[in-house]
């Protein structure tokens, strides 16, 4: 009886030491992954001014193509008004077509007036 308990805590030791090997082995290979594995962050040297110039032109050049797309759509209303003698349209499409013309050319505007 004595045998039996005996054998019975060895292998719940051998259980216990194999599952904290398979723990510390798998930490050590996750952290020699992890150090192997990693990709050094290079900054550019430029200067961030440019950066924020880069953003600022890309966000004016969207704003020019919704400026287009609204001219466009003016330009539309505009036609359509005319070919149906509809006054309300007309004037709805020339306040589309100068809305349209303002904020596609707002980057020279506001570069005209000296803000940007």
């Not at 009886?1 to 290979?29: D, G, I, W």
Request: net charge positive; with cysteine.
């Amino acid at each position: 009886m004595l045998n039996k308990k005996n054998t019975q805590l060895e292998t719940m030791c051998q259980r216990r030491t194999r599952t904290a090997r398979r723990f510390y082995f798998s930490a050590v290979l996750m952290l020699a992954l992890c150090t192997a594995l990693a990709c050094p962050a290079l900054a550019a040297d430029t200067d961030p001014l440019t950066i924020v110039n880069n953003l600022s032109d890309f966000i004016f050049s969207c704003i020019k193509a919704i400026g287009v797309i609204v001219l466009g759509w003016g330009i539309v209303q505009l036609g359509m008004s005319i070919q149906s003698h509809d006054a309300s349209q007309r004037t709805q499409g020339i306040l589309c077509v100068f809305g349209g013309l303002l904020i596609a050319f707002s980057k020279e505007i506001l570069s005209a007036i000296g803000v940007v």
